[in-house]
């Protein structure tokens, strides 16, 4: 696994090269003979490392706080009528309503029914997404939803190129609709090169309750993967290019992470009901893109209900 580079600023960029050099200076024949002088030396050493190291996350932390997640936008996740479910893509911060990045045309996209794999790629239409700083290139898509059932829907983008980290994010992503409240494939791995596989309906999880999820990367457990958790608080307007009101704000700590066990397992308590994405960063098996580091994301996205 290759946990995905935090955001970075000059100031951090000036802080990490420090950290770096003093790193390197303790490695060096030199920082071994001051260690062997004693241990008050070895302590004062240890001192400045801390130091640095803590002036280092007080530049990172900030700046983490938008956490980027592919959207597979329905209005409804669970499906009355037969039709066509409109879907808009956005690679977007949806829990803080922020910058919006640009969407190149997918590599795949695809629903699977029943087991069978439905291609969709001629569904894609590009569109345009309004933050409110900026406006991006998104798509508009649709689903045929007809029989009972699970309709797991998979996007797999093309790879992203983060300036801000110098890096390509690569975030493969499933949404999950269900018609008639008929179970049928939630519950299996899609054969995809890294996702989350939930241990909870992913369209009938309860607020207040929890949602377990799985990482696999090449269909093996993941260990030690970092999960950032977003709520999706202002959702996209499929009948404009824009949101709607965002029904929650940023957290003070900036995103939610969990780390997976030695299994791959992660539960997740949540609080609201609404859109919940996570994404384990850097756990599928590509790790380069065009001459550089290649990010390769597993998203979900789950449906919370309040109990009512």
Same mark, same amino acid.
């Not at 037969?82 to 795949?108: N, R, S």
């Not at 700590?253 to 308590?269: K, P, Q, R």
């Given at each position: 696994?290759?946990?995905?580079?935090? /955001?970075?600023?000059s100031a951090t960029g000036c802080t990490l090269d420090l950290f770096a050099t003093l790193g390197n200076q303790l490695q060096s024949p030199q920082s071994h003979k001051?260690?062997?002088?004693?241990?008050r030396d070895v302590i004062r050493i240890q001192v400045v490392k801390k130091l640095v190291l803590a002036a280092t996350a007080a530049l990172i932390l900030p700046v983490m706080a938008q956490a980027h997640f592919l959207l597979e936008y329905t209005e409804d996740t669970m499906? %009355?009528? &037969? $039709?066509?479910?409109?879907?808009?893509?956005?690679?977007? /911060? &949806? /829990?803080?309503?922020? /910058?919006?990045?640009?969407? !190149?045309? *997918?590599?795949? +996209?695809y629903v699977i029914h029943n087991g069978k794999k439905t291609d969709l790629m001629d569904t894609l239409k590009e569109t345009t997404f309004d933050g409110p700083d900026n406006t991006a290139k998104a798509f508009m898509g649709s689903v045929p939803v007809?029989?009972?059932g699970d309709y797991v829907l998979v996007t797999v983008p093309a790879p992203y190129y983060e300036e801000s980290e110098d890096i390509y994010i690569q975030q493969i992503t499933k949404t999950y609709l269900n018609r008639n409240e008929l179970p049928t494939d939630w519950d299996q791995p899609q054969g995809l090169p890294t996702e989350i596989l939930p241990l909870n309906? *992913?369209?009938?999880?309860? %607020?207040?309750?929890?949602? =377990?999820?799985?990482?696999?990367? !090449?269909?093996?457990?993941?260990?030690?993967?970092e999960i950032e958790i977003e709520y999706m608080a202002a959702e996209p307007d499929l009948s404009g290019t824009g949101a709607?009101?965002? =029904?929650?704000?940023?957290?003070?700590?900036?995103?939610?992470?969990?780390?997976?066990?030695?299994?791959?397992? +992660?539960?997740? $308590?949540? &609080?609201k %009901?609404?859109?919940? $994405? +996570? %994404?384990?960063?850097?756990?599928? *098996?590509?790790? !380069?893109h065009d001459g550089k580091e290649l990010s390769q994301d597993a998203v979900i996205w789950i449906r919370a209900w309040d109990l009512e």
């Open positions: 696994m290759r946990p995905r580079k935090g /955001h970075s600023s001051v260690m062997r002088r004693g241990r499906i %009355a009528r &037969p $039709g066509d479910v409109p879907v808009k893509l956005v690679f977007w /911060h &949806p /829990h803080d309503a922020g /910058h919006v990045m640009t969407l !190149e045309k *997918p590599e795949e +996209f007809k029989r009972s309906k *992913p369209y009938n999880v309860i %607020a207040g309750g929890t949602f =377990t999820g799985r990482v696999l990367s !090449e269909g093996q457990p993941v260990t030690g993967a709607k009101a965002k =029904t929650a704000s940023p957290l003070p700590g900036g995103a939610l992470v969990a780390i997976s066990d030695d299994n791959g397992y +992660f539960t997740f $308590g949540v &609080p %009901a609404g859109l919940w $994405g +996570f %994404a384990a960063l850097g756990v599928g *098996p590509k790790v !380069e």
